[in-house]
């Protein structure tokens, strides 16, 4: 498959703004759009990145957006996956251009959250996982992040002080990142001191509810050098694959895994798989990335992905942290932007998000906090509900 | 007064002579176990028994510590906490052995992390989730095998 280029990304700043989600998507799409130089009325396809939180605006995202911006008789659509909601309306797009509809896409997505924890549909829904798993075991999302952390401090031997070593270099990185919403920089005692909220894990190792909105214009190459972008950041691999029979690793929503009983589980699992479709579209491989963004619900999960991603082997993801390789100036930085511990949630906009951050990084934008020479880049996204994305971005 | 005891949500478990089981679905003839029975969909997700007839079964009521945690702040509803006020609850996920899946579900309260180690002996127990002025209502939940008796 041919690359896809990037002519322009947007962010507007994460936070708790409490401000109608469209707003964010409007002013991310609107920085990328003047990036591009794209005449608004040339975009042929808006793919919109659905939430769930703010009513039927949001189930329909893709059109509030191109109202917001002002209709332009562009075909558009809302996808919703979850946290990779940003991935799948950023494959949308590229279909869409491959398939020649349209020349150039915009792609955006944006949240407000409420405070609190993620919570089901309201009402008696005992058919409902997502509602099963609150009413009767009571296991909200960081539940699930506990349960990993503790099966890697069993297995691998991991600390709480591993744990909270994540925190602390991603909120070095955040420093640097005018667009991420916590900029304070932590220590270790910072994090083992704050409140238990999934034992072992703390209020400073799981990751916050945010608003935000991120956008990206995709075109083909050819498109892109009419515009005059000779040398854009190209995407090289899309993966938003499901998971193979049986998934035996307890995620969300699910009260019980499958069962392993009558087939043997594969030898790759789901989030090891979600990498190594991108990287077998891109026909690059672990040892090529210079750096990665990934999904550091909490501080446990992002050592999972340096495995699961094969930036080590499995078990050594504590050592890498531990050498400094994941920090940038180390071999491999990891969450240049601060990831998800600085940013919060902001679902439907963060997959997108983390290729906004690759992109700066892989035209040297990216100020204090940039990746010397970075070429190759890789997102990760939790798969959750049996979804997941990852992106392989290159220059 | 005695209050009537009823499962918070109808069909999930039960049991048999005392011993208590979770309610799940398996394909006949063939080592695939699914929980919960009523939303494992068509052959219960498992795409090498396609178009089979889901049969009910009752799963082992043992296995072993796969990981814990706790919920330490009272989870959102449709939740509703049973103490007052909140206590962390500790859950435990537990591998069944001969379904070779791991189920989760609460601890009965008065379990910390502090009780429980991967690799332990886990059993199934009826316990309450919460009560009104009328009802306790009930769910699985797991114990350490030897545990007292929960109410």
């Given at each position: 498959?041919?690359?896809?280029?990037?002519i322009g990304v947007g962010m507007h700043p994460w936070g708790k703004w409490g401000r109608n989600f469209a707003e964010y998507g409007t002013f991310a799409a609107r920085e990328a759009l003047a990036e591009a130089r794209v005449d608004w009325r040339d975009v042929g396809y808006i793919s919109g990145a659905i939430t769930?939180?703010?009513?039927?605006?949001?189930?329909?995202?893709?059109?509030?957006f191109a109202r917001a911006l002002g209709f332009n008789g562009a075909q558009v659509s809302s996808s919703y996956s979850a946290c990779a909601s940003g991935v799948t309306a950023l494959q949308v797009a590229r279909g869409q251009i491959f398939s020649g509809v349209t020349e150039v896409a915009l792609v955006v997505g944006a949240d407000t959250t409420p405070k609190g924890f993620l919570k089901p549909n309201e009402g008696d829904r005992p058919d409902d996982l997502d509602w099963l798993r609150f009413k009767l075991v009571g296991a909200t999302n960081p539940v699930y992040f506990g349960l990993n952390a503790r099966r890697r401090m069993d297995v691998f031997g991991a600390t709480s002080e591993d744990f909270a070593r994540v925190k602390v270099k991603n909120s070095r990185h955040a420093v640097h990142n005018e667009r991420a919403r916590f900029t304070k920089e932590y220590d270790v005692d910072d994090v083992l001191n704050s409140p238990v909220v999934s034992d072992p894990l703390r209020l400073l190792d799981i990751c916050a509810t945010s608003d935000g909105g991120a956008a990206l214009v995709v075109c083909s190459l050819d498109y892109a050098r009419s515009l005059g972008h000779d040398d854009p950041v190209r995407i090289g691999g899309l993966s938003t694959v499901t998971p193979t029979?049986?998934?035996?690793?307890?995620?969300?929503?699910?009260?019980?895994?499958d069962s392993a009983g009558a087939t043997a589980e594969p030898l790759r699992g789901f989030k090891e798989s979600i990498g190594d479709k991108v990287y077998e579209e891109a026909g690059l491989g672990p040892e090529d990335v210079d750096v990665a963004e990934v999904y550091?619900?909490?501080?446990?999960?992002?050592l999972d992905w340096y495995e699961q991603l094969g930036f080590c082997a499995e078990g050594e993801a504590e050592q890498m942290l531990r050498n400094g390789d994941t920090e940038i100036g180390g071999r491999l930085p990891v969450n240049p932007s601060g990831g998800l511990g600085a940013f919060g949630e902001a679902v439907p906009a963060q997959a997108i998000a983390q290729v906004c951050e690759l992109v700066w990084q892989l035209r040297g934008q990216a100020g204090r906090r940039q990746v010397e020479g970075a070429r190759v880049g890789i997102t990760a996204n939790q798969g959750l509900f049996g979804h997941g994305s990852s992106v392989l971005v290159r220059r | 007064m005695t209050k009537t005891r009823v499962p918070a949500v109808e069909g999930l478990f039960t049991e048999v002579?005392?011993?208590?089981?979770?309610?799940g679905a398996k394909v006949p003839d063939r080592e695939s176990y699914f929980f919960p029975a009523h939303l494992?969909?068509?052959?219960?997700?498992?795409?090498g028994a396609i178009g089979a007839e889901l049969e009910e079964c009752?799963?082992?009521?043992?296995?072993?510590?796969?990981?814990?945690?706790?919920s330490s702040y009272t989870p959102p509803p449709p939740f509703v906490a049973n103490t007052e006020p909140y206590e962390p609850i500790t859950i435990a996920a537990v591998k069944l052995e001969r379904e070779q899946m791991v189920v989760l579900g609460q601890c009965p309260q008065g379990i910390t992390p502090d009780d429980l180690e991967i690799g332990m002996e886990m059993e199934l127990t009826i316990d309450?989730?919460?009560?009104?002025?009328?009802?306790?209502?009930?769910?699985?939940?797991w114990r350490p095998v030897g545990a007292a008796e929960g109410n």
């Open positions: 498959m041919d690359d896809l280029a990037i769930v939180r703010n009513g039927y605006p949001g189930y329909v995202a893709g059109s509030t029979y049986p998934d035996t690793m307890i995620d969300l929503p699910y009260i019980a895994t550091d619900l909490s501080s446990s999960l992002e | 002579d005392g011993v208590a089981h979770l309610i494992s969909g068509m052959a219960g997700g498992d795409p009752l799963l082992s009521n043992k296995g072993t510590v796969w990981s814990y945690t706790t309450v989730l919460h009560e009104d002025d009328e009802h306790a209502y009930t769910v699985w939940k």
